[in-house]
């Protein structure tokens, strides 16, 4: 009788351990599925570094994540110069997992920052430098929702990003700087349709727009992208 207990518990202890073994090596795949080069566009909001994740639907680059960032003294004034040559800057990162970016383990990353974009004929202007990650200001998935909600991000207590809310496609990813009028408390604003004024194919911004929470102005548009998401 103690016997078949032994056996049991033998058996039954081998199978949880192989279960376990199963458990975290898919633990494991999953973790590393989003590893990968996760291109940026890179900009730059009263002398701070900002960067966004160049995003794609229906695969592990399907989130939304915008980071600020620095770089050495020497890089910064040299990426600030280049601002004022091109509407355009992007980064190409060396390899690195997404959901570790997200998570914020991901501390510093190596990168080549392009004028335009890095896919499409860009170049290179900044080799090999140190990017160091400092905030996650935004970091959500890609949803089917309706399009036209904007993400309200604060950056300052006089400015702040709108961030498009990708979402069923044919979509369009948009990021555009505004000034807070008056200073108000700002909070995340989850329904901004009345700001597409046009289809989605040409998304035109009204200049100013109004609610009991907040009131700002758009100063400029600083990426906008659509034919990743016809």
Same mark, same amino acid.
């Given at each position: 009788?103690? =016997?078949?207990?032994?056996?049991?518990?033998?058996?039954?202890?081998?199978?949880?351990?192989?279960?376990?073994?199963v458990s975290q090596s898919h633990?494991?795949?999953?973790?590393?599925?989003?590893? #990968?080069?996760? #291109?940026?566009?890179?900009?730059?909001?009263? !002398?701070?570094?900002?960067?966004? %994740?160049?995003?794609?639907?229906?695969?592990?680059?399907? %989130?939304?994540?915008?980071?600020?960032?620095?770089?050495?003294?020497?890089?910064?004034?040299?990426?600030?110069?280049?601002?004022?040559?091109? !509407?355009?800057?992007?980064?190409?990162?060396?390899?690195?997992?997404?959901?570790?970016?997200?998570?914020?383990?991901?501390?510093?990353?190596?990168?080549?920052?392009?004028?335009?974009?890095?896919?499409? #004929?860009?170049?290179? =202007?900044?080799?090999?430098i140190t990017i160091n990650i400092? @905030?996650?200001?935004?970091?959500?998935?890609?949803?089917?929702?309706?399009?036209?909600?904007?993400?309200?991000?604060?950056?300052?207590?006089?400015?702040?990003?709108?961030? %498009?809310?990708?979402?069923?496609?044919?979509?369009? @990813?948009?990021?555009?700087?505004?000034?807070?009028? =008056?200073?108000?408390? *700002?909070?995340?604003?989850?329904?901004? %349709?009345?700001?597409? =004024?046009?289809?989605?194919?040409?998304?035109?911004?009204? @200049?100013?727009?109004?609610?009991?929470?907040?009131?700002? *102005?758009?100063?400029?548009?600083?990426?906008?992208?659509?034919? !990743?998401?016809?």
């Amino acid at each position: 009788m103690y =016997k078949l207990i032994a056996l049991f518990l033998l058996t039954y202890s081998i199978i949880l351990s192989a279960n376990q073994h199963v458990s975290q090596s898919h633990k494991l795949h999953q973790e590393k599925s989003a590893w #990968g080069t996760h #291109g940026m566009t890179v900009f730059m909001v009263q !002398d701070k570094v900002y960067a966004s %994740h160049m995003p794609l639907a229906n695969s592990m680059h399907a %989130h939304q994540v915008i980071i600020s960032i620095s770089l050495s003294s020497e890089n910064t004034e040299n990426l600030k110069a280049l601002t004022k040559q091109y !509407d355009l800057l992007t980064l190409e990162p060396e390899p690195f997992d997404l959901s570790q970016l997200m998570k914020g383990t991901l501390t510093h990353f190596a990168a080549n920052i392009y004028a335009n974009h890095f896919e499409r #004929g860009g170049s290179i =202007k900044l080799k090999d430098i140190t990017i160091n990650i400092e @905030d996650i200001l935004l970091s959500q998935p890609l949803t089917h929702d309706q399009n036209g909600d904007y993400y309200l991000l604060p950056v300052s207590n006089s400015t702040g990003l709108l961030v %498009h809310k990708i979402a069923k496609q044919p979509s369009f @990813d948009q990021i555009l700087s505004i000034d807070f009028v =008056k200073n108000k408390n *700002v909070n995340f604003m989850p329904n901004m %349709h009345s700001m597409v =004024k046009t289809s989605l194919e040409t998304p035109l911004i009204i @200049d100013t727009y109004k609610n009991r929470e907040t009131r700002f *102005v758009i100063t400029r548009q600083i990426y906008l992208e659509q034919a !990743d998401f016809r």
